[in-house]
């Protein structure tokens, strides 16, 4: 089941969210494993949730700022027939959370600039499968800028740094070998 809760000020300077997703999320048998969805094969069912809190308020013409919570957990009663595709058998649950704020300065119209900052915390490493199976926090500063090159067409280019820590044999960056990345981001939105 999914849903959500919104909630919108009179004004529209200020909202706030929640989000869910809940049940259960598992797959009967190794003949039909859906894979990256659910890295869980089990009889009986394994409850899954994930739970968002976000708002946004406009401080006034030119300011903004943004925040956002994530709890998630996956249930996993123990037994040898409830089989992680990563772990083995007997699993037996994760849970993963995560906070995020950015604040925003627009200078102009069409001229706007962002700093995000992030945690994530997946002990378990089971929340990013199959992009990592990284036990431990990721973190990450953005700066960006959105240009409205046209009424229909925005730019976005972005700059971000990303650092791990966790378990030291997890490197999820530049393809196992790194614990930190820098990069950088352009995108264009057609808006028609």
Do not use: C
Request: a negative charge; aromatic letters at 14%.
């Amino acid at each position: 089941m999914l849903g959500a809760l919104r909630w919108r000020s009179n004004d529209l300077r200020t909202w706030v969210d929640y989000e869910f997703i809940v049940g259960d999320e598992q797959n009967q048998s190794f003949a039909d494993v859906q894979a990256p969805t659910s890295r869980l094969i089990a009889t009986a069912g394994q409850f899954k949730q994930q739970h968002s809190l976000n708002g946004w308020h406009a401080f006034d013409t030119r300011w903004s700022a943004g925040a956002e919570v994530v709890y998630g957990r996956q249930a996993g009663d123990g037994h040898p027939d409830t089989v992680d595709i990563i772990n083995g058998p007997g699993f037996a649950g994760a849970h993963w959370w995560g906070v995020n704020t950015s604040i925003s300065y627009r200078v102009r119209d069409d001229l706007a600039f962002s700093l995000r900052a992030e945690h994530f915390d997946d002990p378990q490493g089971f929340a990013l499968f199959p992009v990592s199976v990284a036990q431990g926090a990721f973190n990450a500063l953005t700066i960006g800028l959105r240009y409205e090159a046209t009424r229909n067409l925005p730019l976005r280019p972005e700059l971000r740094y990303d650092r791990f820590s966790g378990r030291a044999e997890d490197h999820p960056f530049g393809n196992g070998r790194d614990r930190a990345q820098t990069t950088a981001t352009v995108q264009a939105l057609l808006y028609f």
